[in-house]
């Protein structure tokens, strides 16, 4: 599991009672992973904001839990000087500690300090397969025409991945994808690979079980904009669930994260397969065999009411008033032909019915988006009279936009873009309005049977023997694996996504390691994104430069 509980207990075990002081990022951070309780069974008895003020506490000793940025030490000076708060300082960093900072700090109160230690945890553990490095603000940083501070984002990014690879004790080989128009992938790949020879200062083999995959936001803009009707994907795209809580207009609330097990396994599955749904429509299938998505919300009238009954119920309201028919029009875009298998020879006939309909402005301009995807670009004039249609003549950044992610929108006569070639998974299809799959499990699956092309997928560092020196999976490894514990013994697949990552893409990485048994996939990227903050991010890459984020992980190497 990516939740570091050991490492941050272990800050908490040498103490009888004390003081912990985090800042924003460390409180996020040990809310993944801890609760309330667990601190206090560790003798944590006060736990405070580091930026606000505070009361002096002279006969307690305080753990510093905190960014090694230049806020969070001055901060933390000001808490001894000129008088000491807390009778000793046991200071923690996320990561590297840049020698000024750390002399400042040593110079200004060193006599109060105890511990001084870097721990190497600066990503954000979001689920069991799933990290982000918490800074939504990246996208704006990486894609801007504007922007001033690229670099440093992607440095700061590349410090965050060799944290994550020093909490996984992993030395992975690095490969990101190609791309003729966008460098960043190729940029990041050769960070991380100078940061993590800096790290480890040691050619060490033996830890090479992983392969580190980096590709950009851009490789696939299909699945980050499609409506998606598996439970947990549907729910942030259509719900408005804030911090990962939702509230059902009552008084009821849930928190949808790894503590709720029934969230844990119904959250991957269609929406049509939530189990709740079955026990009661067990008697009510179709002819065929099949749950048909449309005749379950009657269906859920009749259950007994649970949070997540409700959440469902309100996914259903929403697929039952517009999603459903807009589903159809965007999976026969996105998969290219229609239910029957039928290409579609002319997209816009497919795209004409949602154009002419009632649907609100972000529905719209997601279905023209997947029609120009389809036809990898069109004519400015097409473009223009498709803009006015959707009534977005004052904000086209919507669409335009997206070039800046190195996707095409306008033909050019010289531009040729070929398709990437998809995986056969006819037999897979279950459900007529899911059948696009995201293009990141095509991936997952070729590295894992050595069927990545070396052309468009580049090594930037030496592969791990377990993998062939390839990509496939060493025959020695054990097959027996069936438990997640187990399979964590077998080679390990991270794959970073410069720019957001859908919840889709999330459910590939533990489809895919459920389907290979001996390798375990983790899936990361700099924030989790959802149609509307895609496309509002999309937008906002005219304005000028952003203030800096927060986390400003200082560069080692």
Aim: with cysteine; net charge neutral.
């Amino acid at each position: 599991s990516l939740f570091p509980h050991k490492k941050t207990k272990n800050i908490f075990m040498l103490f009888s009672s004390q003081v912990l002081i985090l800042d924003a990022f460390t409180t996020k951070l040990l809310s993944s992973c801890c609760k309330m309780s667990d601190l206090m069974s560790e003798k944590i008895t006060i736990v405070e904001d580091l930026f606000k003020s505070r009361e002096p506490v002279l006969e307690m000793k305080a753990i510093y839990f905190m960014t090694p940025t230049a806020k969070c030490v001055d901060a933390f000076i000001a808490d001894f000087k000129p008088k000491p708060k807390y009778k000793a300082a046991y200071v923690y960093f996320t990561d590297y500690c840049p020698d000024d900072l750390f002399n400042k700090m040593r110079q200004a109160c060193g006599k109060h300090i105890r511990v001084c230690k870097e721990i190497n945890i600066s990503f954000m553990p979001q689920e069991a397969q799933v990290f982000t490095c918490d800074n939504p603000g990246a996208f704006r940083s990486i894609y801007s025409p504007k922007s001033q501070d690229k670099m440093k984002t992607l440095e700061t990014l590349a410090n965050q991945l060799v944290t994550l690879c020093a909490t996984l004790d992993e030395y992975p080989g690095i490969r990101y994808k190609k791309d003729g128009n966008m460098e960043n992938a190729k940029v990041l790949a050769e960070m991380v690979d100078r940061k993590l020879a800096a790290h480890y200062q040691l050619d060490d083999s033996s830890k090479k079980k992983a392969q580190l995959l980096i590709v950009d936001r851009g490789f696939d803009p299909v699945t980050p904009i499609l409506h998606e009707l598996t439970y947990q994907a549907m729910a942030y795209d259509l719900i408005d669930i804030k911090n990962d809580t939702y509230k059902d207009g009552l008084e009821k609330q849930a928190l949808l994260n790894e503590d709720d097990m029934l969230w844990v396994n119904l959250r991957h599955q269609h929406i049509a397969e939530v189990s709740m749904v079955k026990e009661i429509s067990a008697s009510k299938k179709q002819p065929d065999g099949k749950i048909t998505v449309s005749n379950l919300a009657q269906m859920m009238k009749k259950m007994p009411k649970t949070i997540h009954l409700q959440l469902a119920e309100d996914c259903m309201k929403h697929f039952a008033n517009n999603v459903e028919k807009l589903c159809k029009a965007e999976q026969d875009l996105a998969v290219g032909a229609d239910v029957e298998g039928l290409k579609v020879k002319d997209p816009m006939r497919t795209l004409l019915p949602v154009l002419l309909n009632p649907y609100s402005k972000h529905d719209k301009i997601r279905a023209v988006l997947l029609y120009i995807f389809s036809l990898n670009g069109t004519t400015e004039e097409n473009l223009n009279k498709l803009i006015e249609h959707v009534k977005i003549e004052e904000e086209p950044e919507y669409i335009q936009n997206w070039k800046e992610l190195g996707v095409s929108i306008l033909t050019t006569p010289s531009f040729f873009s070929r398709k990437p070639t998809r995986r056969e998974r006819s037999q897979e299809e279950r459900y007529n309005l899911s059948r696009w799959i995201p293009t990141i499990k095509d991936v997952m699956e070729d590295v894992v049977e050595n069927k990545l092309d070396t052309k468009e997928w580049p090594h930037q560092s030496e592969c791990p023997a377990a993998w062939n020196g390839s990509g496939a999976v060493s025959a020695r490894q054990k097959h027996k694996a069936s438990t997640q514990d187990d399979r964590r013994t077998g080679s390990r697949l991270i794959i970073f996504v410069i720019g957001g990552i859908s919840f889709s893409e999330m459910r590939c990485a533990y489809e895919v390691t459920r389907a290979m048994k001996t390798c375990e996939v983790i899936i990361g990227s700099s924030h989790i994104t959802t149609p509307t903050v895609l496309l509002d991010d999309i937008k906002a890459l005219s304005k000028g430069p952003m203030e800096s984020f927060t986390l400003e992980v200082e560069t080692k190497a």
